[in-house]
């Protein structure tokens, strides 16, 4: 986190992020291959440069960095950046001044939409597909670290990705410090997947909450929603949708499921112990991890289309999620 004084509690670190699944990275194979890789990032940057932005709020003090994401000014940025806060000064790597409203914010995922004030043509970026990125692709983050300097542009990261979480959340190894937070992270075509969210204890170990999962909540963001706690558990956040079962493991079918809790939305749908959950609103699932990942892009109080194999019979059942801290207070 990048707030008052440069301090940096460690919200969002390792104990989020899943053991990753090692797959083969990009391949630098000679120095012909290197060189364009580097004239890729070239491009990359003098595209999406004049996006990055700092933000900086009066009323709290805090700092922090964000991207704009359509030509009338949409910002998205990390919720911890700009919590507390109605209104904050943005400004851009060519020094221009504005003002954005702070619209709606996710805690847990630890996002946030911002909307320039005043009328006008913004740079801007388009977005990309976390859920698409696989462990060792290349990324691009940005920030404007130690916040907005006149004498230099927003500094360049280059790594790779190193884990993704069930959240919607993943680290990779581009170098942050004080005042990346909130900034953009890029697949190496350019286009946003991710926002810096929180810094690892040797810089080089960041987590970044993913672009799916805030599309996810795109509408209540626009709306002016806040909701959430950012944790550093989220699945386990009061505030997380749940279905209400215990998984036992995989099968070549999809998830087994084991205890069924009373009152759940498990329940409720007709879920039962031995039951195996084969696709979650059209994607199929084939471990807990993928299930849970399935599940969190819904929120509570909504209803999710499931396939359910009973025996040698494929069921289809629509349960509402349960909000996690309202089943475990029956």
């Not at 090692?22 to 060189?35: G, M, Y």
């Not at 910002?75 to 911890?80: D, S």
């Given at each position: 986190m990048i707030l008052q004084k440069l301090s940096i509690p460690l919200v969002c670190l390792a104990v989020m992020v899943d053991q990753p699944v090692?797959?083969?990275?990009?391949?630098?194979?000679?120095?012909?291959?290197?060189?364009k890789l580097q004239s890729q990032v070239v491009e990359l940057v003098e595209k999406v440069q004049p996006a990055t932005v700092s933000l900086t709020s009066e009323r709290t003090g805090a700092?922090?960095?964000?991207?704009?994401?359509?030509?009338?000014?949409?910002?998205?940025?990390?919720?911890?950046?700009?919590?507390?806060?109605?209104?904050v000064t943005v400004i851009f790597p060519d020094g221009t001044e504005t003002t954005a409203a702070v619209l709606g914010?996710?805690?847990t995922k630890d996002t946030a939409m911002l909307q320039i004030n005043e009328v006008g043509e913004y740079p801007h970026v388009k977005l990309g597909d976390s859920d698409?990125?696989?462990v060792g692709d290349f990324l691009v983050a940005m920030g404007h670290a130690g916040g907005h300097d006149p004498l230099r542009k927003p500094p360049v990261r280059f790594g790779r990705l190193i884990s993704k979480n069930m959240a919607g959340f993943f680290t990779s190894d581009c170098t942050l410090i004080g005042g990346d937070s909130g900034g953009p992270i890029f697949d190496i075509e350019g286009k946003l997947v991710g926002i810096n969210s929180s810094i690892g204890v040797d810089w080089s170990a960041n987590n970044h909450a993913g672009i799916s999962a805030l599309v996810a909540d795109w509408k209540r963001l626009e709306a002016g929603e806040t909701w959430g706690r950012l944790s550093s558990n989220p699945f386990a956040n009061e505030d997380s949708p749940i279905l209400g079962v215990g998984i036992v493991g995989s099968t070549r079918q999809g998830v087994l499921l084991g205890q069924v809790i009373p009152g759940s939305p498990a329940q409720r749908s007709g879920i039962k112990k031995g039951d195996i959950v084969v696709s979650v609103d059209g994607k199929k699932v084939t471990d807990g991890g993928a299930l849970l990942v399935?599940?969190?892009?819904?929120?509570?109080?909504?209803?999710v289309k499931m396939e359910i194999l009973?025996?040698?019979?494929?069921?289809?059942?629509?349960?509402?999620?349960?909000?996690?801290?309202?089943?475990?207070?029956?």
């Open positions: 090692w797959a083969t990275p990009p391949a630098i194979e000679d120095l012909a291959s290197l060189k700092w922090g960095s964000g991207v704009v994401v359509s030509e009338k000014g949409r910002i998205l940025t990390a919720a911890h950046v700009v919590q507390g806060a109605s209104v914010a996710n805690r698409a990125l696989s399935e599940l969190n892009r819904f929120r509570p109080g909504q209803s009973r025996g040698e019979v494929l069921m289809e059942i629509e349960p509402t999620l349960a909000r996690r801290g309202d089943l475990y207070q029956q």
